[in-house]
T-cell receptor
Framework: NAGVTQTPKFQVLKTGQSMTLQCAQD?????MYWYRQDPGMGLRLIYY???????DKGEVPNGYNVSRLNKREFSLRLESAAPSQTSVYFC??????????FGQGTRLTVV | GNSVTQMEGPVTLSEEAFLTINCTYT??????LFWYVQYPGEGLQLLLK?????DKGSNKGFEATYRKETTSFHLEKGSVQVSDSAVYFC?????????FGTGTRLQVFP
């Protein structure tokens, strides 16, 4: 059972570079989420997608874009990385019972 | 708006001690409530959940009761083990958003 798969697991970027974090789920869930986790601040919602074809801003969307490519995949793009975006990023999905399932995370460092 | 407030950690306990981690929430509508656990270097795993008032979620000796009158969902365990050391997150879902508290680190010593 793969669940939620995120790639890559680790990444180092230089300031100004761009990258896309990939997320895929195999549980046929409608809802998908991107969070960032910073020390002392818990998980903050960046963007979410309630269903294929829809995306909405969360608490901290600035500097990010997302694409819900299809029901399985939800990607997060940093167009011009900044040191403030150094964080651990988690993708999650949720189905009808509202329970969230999480990927293993992507540890991103922007230097 | 919708939000979750957890007690700050770290919570430090000896093995076999009683654990309480407080969680209160603010929500419009009728949220589902969750406790997640995160072990070092890993993602979050669902620990337990409750979907309506007065429901009790339980798993692995942990329990939490959905209290609508006090808007609370406190996590308890009667006898903690060293292996319970982790970060615990309280969360709610209302409509399509899944919202988390800041997390509480639990450290259990032998």
């Amino acid at each position: 059972n793969a669940g939620v798969t995120q790639t890559p697991k680790f990444q180092v970027l230089k300031t100004g570079q761009s990258m896309t974090l990939q997320c895929a789920q195999d549980m046929n869930h409608n809802s998908m989420y991107w969070y960032r986790q910073d020390p002392g601040m818990g998980l903050r919602l960046i963007y979410y997608s309630a269903s294929e074809g829809t995306t909405d801003k969360g608490e901290v969307p600035n500097g990010y874009n997302v694409s819900r490519l299809n029901k399985r995949e939800f990607s997060l793009r940093l167009e011009s990385a900044a040191p403030s975006q150094t964080s651990v990023y988690f993708c999650a999905s949720s189905g009808g019972d509202r329970t969230g399932f999480f990927g293993q995370g992507t540890r991103l460092t922007v230097v | 708006g919708n939000s979750v407030t957890q007690m700050e950690g770290p919570v430090t306990l000896s093995e076999e001690a009683f654990l309480t981690i407080n969680c209160t929430y603010t929500a419009t509508g009728y949220p589902s409530l969750f406790w997640y656990v995160q072990y070092p270097g890993e993602g979050l795993q669902l620990l337990l959940k409750a979907t309506k008032a007065d429901d009790k979620g339980s798993n692995k000796g942990f329990e939490a009761t959905y209290r609508k009158e006090t808007t609370s969902f406190h996590l308890e365990k009667g006898s903690v083990q060293v292996s319970d050391s982790a970060v615990y997150f309280c969360a709610l879902r209302v409509t399509d958003k899944l919202i988390f508290g800041t997390g509480t680190r639990l450290q259990v010593f032998p």
